[in-house]
């Protein structure tokens, strides 16, 4: 496995994250699946933000506290390939927005995980 790309676990689903700038970024495919059992995250990502226009501006364009996901390189079984990615903060709003009783587990294993981040910096 590239040494920037690490597989995190949430109730048994792999979500793949990448070291960018010092910083995890998520899969956001793998965060939907995860969250919804969606077999196609990309189209339910899709219909999210024509439902969500808020999340919508948020991606296209960022935000004071927010910066637009990217295409980054993380591995996969076929080899790497380019795969939309968020930040910690992107993730964390993209969750708020996806109608599922996982989502709220998920949010706050997320904050507690950025919170001992923060503890010891």
């Known amino acids: ?11 048994g689903r792999q979500i793949r994250r990448t070291l960018y700038q010092n910083e995890w970024w998520f899969v956001i495919n793998d965060i939907i699946e995860s969250l919804t059992d969606s077999s ?11 439902r969500d226009e808020e999340l919508e501006n948020l991606i296209v364009k960022g935000g004071v506290q927010f910066v637009p996901p990217l295409m980054l390189e993380v591995e996969t ?3 790497n390939q380019k795969m939309y990615c968020w930040n910690t903060e992107g993730i964390l709003r993209l969750i708020q927005s996806v109608p599922s009783p996982k989502a709220e587990p998920f949010y706050l294993k997320e904050k507690e995980a950025q919170k001992k981040l923060r503890d010891r910096i």
């Not at 496995?1 to 109730?11: G, R, V």
């Not at 196609?40 to 024509?50: G, I, N, S």
């Open 77 to 79: 079984t076929g080899g």
């Open 40 to 50: 196609d995250p990309a189209q339910y990502f899709k219909r999210l933000k024509e």
């Open 1 to 11: 496995m590239d040494k920037n790309t690490k597989i995190a676990l949430f109730k």
